[in-house]
């Protein structure tokens, strides 16, 4: 078991990762105090219920906590006011109180949906991360919670951070194999932002990554949420350092919004980001084997690394001028120097960007 703290002073808290450790949740949920005078709500959904929700149900409450589950749709539409009001309904169906916690069993989605419920809730409960995917290494750390409304992305949100994040990796074992090399791609993210060697040792271990091997894919997630935690105990609200995780997602969030959620996986569509920004960093003088890395790590990985040719142009930017990123002809831009550095740059113009998404098309 490997353990991490995410220093935030009074708000700091623990992340546990390892192989079964979801069989000691009583033990971790004692040591952080959480009360079996009042009932807990886990919140998951379609896809992880049938899966994994039982044992939990059963590992809680044979440990002599009251709880009961929340199943929302699986996929990013969950991420809804009505799904909030669903999960408030339940939570005061099942007599949730101010010392009650709500548990996030599943991915991103359901970590986003569940964390903004224990954030308004009562003006707010405790809230428990228990990630099913990889790419929720991110997500469950950090503390950003929020649901969409149906003109913007995560536009109703707060700032709430976790008691304690459980991370088994037996519960990944059940992902699709296109989920795994999405989540992954936030996952060398964490590398290109911050640790060259991390950088080199995802490129050698692509193999074990993708087969799950345990001690490789534990380890690559403990350096993830090791690289965000730190990032994110410096610049808690993303005042300036913050933004760095933000490599790869200008485009990304404009690809996926184009190409209409679900054709690209987040996942993917940063990755082309990514090899966009490689592309960028040229432009202003830096390396060329930084895009060549970058390049290379994501075909090895199976991801995506060109923009698919029916994507129009005008149509990318027009997204990506909508993002909230955008400002009067320049952009915020994170752009890698070396292999393990960006820089959070304020100069890149609207032009530059439209010739990287040129050089990436199909
Ligand atoms: P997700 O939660 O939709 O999970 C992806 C799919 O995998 C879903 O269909 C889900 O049902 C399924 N699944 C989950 N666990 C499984 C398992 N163990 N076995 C089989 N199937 C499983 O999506 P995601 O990729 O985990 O997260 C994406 C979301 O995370 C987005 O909404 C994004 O905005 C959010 N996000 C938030 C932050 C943050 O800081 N709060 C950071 C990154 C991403
Ligand atoms: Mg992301």
Same mark, same amino acid.
């Given at each position: 078991m490997r353990e991490l703290t995410v220093e935030l002073g009074e708000r700091s808290y623990p992340i546990y990762i390892g192989q079964g450790i979801i069989n000691q949740i009583v033990a971790y949920f004692d040591r952080a105090k959480l009360s079996r005078k009042s009932p807990l709500l886990i919140v998951t959904d379609e896809t992880v219920a049938p899966l994994h929700l039982e044992r939990v149900l059963t590992l809680l409450r044979e440990g002599g906590f009251a709880v009961t589950a929340c199943v929302v749709p699986a +996929?990013?539409? &969950?991420? &809804?006011l009505a799904q909030l009001e669903g999960i408030i309904t339940a939570a005061l169906q099942a007599g949730l109180d101010r010392s009650s916690a709500i548990l996030a069993l599943g991915g991103g989605v359901v970590g986003d949906l569940a964390g903004f419920a224990a954030a308004s809730f009562m003006r707010g409960v405790r809230f428990v991360q228990i990630p099913t995917t990889i790419l929720a290494h991110d997500s469950s750390v950090g503390g950003k919670v929020a649901v969409n409304h149906p003109m913007a992305k995560?536009?109703? +949100?707060a700032f709430h951070q976790p008691e304690l994040v459980l991370f088994d990796i037996e519960l990944l074992l059940t992902l699709p194999p296109r989920e795994v090399k999405a989540g992954l791609s936030e996952v060398i993210k964490h590398g290109l932002i911050w640790d060259a060697e991390f950088t080199q040792w995802c490129a050698d271990h692509a193999d074990e990554l993708l087969d799950l091997d345990p001690d490789a894919l534990s380890y690559a997630l403990y350096i993830g949420c090791k690289v965000k935690s730190i990032v994110v105990s410096q610049d808690e609200r993303e005042n300036d350092l913050r933004a760095i995780l933000n490599l790869g997602h200008t485009i990304g969030h404009a690809l996926e919004a184009v190409a209409g959620y679900g054709e690209l996986l987040h996942g993917e569509a940063i990755a082309i980001g990514m090899v966009g920004a490689a592309k960028l960093a040229q432009q202003f003088g830096y390396g060329e084997e930084i895009h060549k890395v970058t390049k290379d790590m994501f075909q090895k990985y199976g991801l995506p690394v060109r923009i698919p040719a029916h994507l129009d142009t005008d149509s990318i930017m027009s997204a990506m001028t909508h993002d909230k990123k955008f400002k009067e002809g320049t952009m915020v831009y994170i752009i890698p120097t070396e292999i393990g550095k960006v820089e959070i740059r304020k100069d890149v113009t609207v032009h530059q960007v439209r010739e990287i998404v040129e050089l990436l098309k199909e």
């Open positions: +996929g990013e539409t &969950s991420k &809804s995560n536009i109703i +949100g």
